[in-house]
């Protein structure tokens, strides 16, 4: 697993807990967050802001990027584009280790022509063994087809005065 860290205003986190910039985020960029992403945030208002700020990062470097739950029954045209990376047999996978041991896929799925990667992110907590795990195994069945050869961890860091949502 390759780690990178990055940096955010947390003026921007306050922003987030009021459920403002969720939808200022969703208006400005319709093509990576949509109805389902956003009720998320007003479901859960602590989490998703550090998943939504990379996915951002990714989609200005000309990725595509589904943000989370993207192997869930709620999110039909997040898994028909999984599906069309992974297969059906990779699907199954991930959805597989979910069942098992209540872990996740990464947060991120990010593409872009024909190759792709996973990111997790992270802002205060850490990676489980089970998390750490399951990576290993998405690692080594998705290699020869991932972009990066490894799940990328994505490690935040608080900065202040730091802006990185201006243009």
């Given amino acids: 697993m ?32 949509d109805d389902k992403d956003l009720q998320l945030t007003v479901s859960q ?30 999110h039909p045209r997040k898994q028909q584009i999984v599906k069309k990376f992974v297969g059906e047999d990779g699907f199954r996978f991930l959805r597989r280790e979910d069942k098992r041991k209540k872990t996740q896929p990464p947060d991120l799925f990010v593409y872009k022509g024909k190759e792709f990667f996973f990111a997790e992110v992270k802002r ?3 990676l489980s063994p ?6 290993k195994q998405i690692e080594k069945r998705f290699k020869k087809q991932m972009i990066k050869k490894q799940v990328v961890l ?8 730091l802006v990185v949502l201006k243009n």
């Fill in 2 to 33: 390759k780690t990178e860290y990055f940096s955010y205003d947390p003026k921007l986190w306050d922003r987030w807990k009021t459920g403002k910039l969720a939808k200022e985020l969703k208006k400005k960029y319709p093509k990576l967050f």
């Fill in 45 to 74: 208002p602590s989490w998703h802001f550090i998943e939504w700020l990379r996915a951002i990062h990714y989609y200005r470097q000309g990725f595509n990027v589904l943000v989370e739950q993207y192997i869930y029954n709620p």
């Fill in 124 to 126: 205060t907590d850490k």
């Fill in 130 to 135: 089970a998390q750490k795990n399951f990576f």
């Fill in 154 to 161: 994505l490690q935040a860091k608080v900065c202040e005065g």
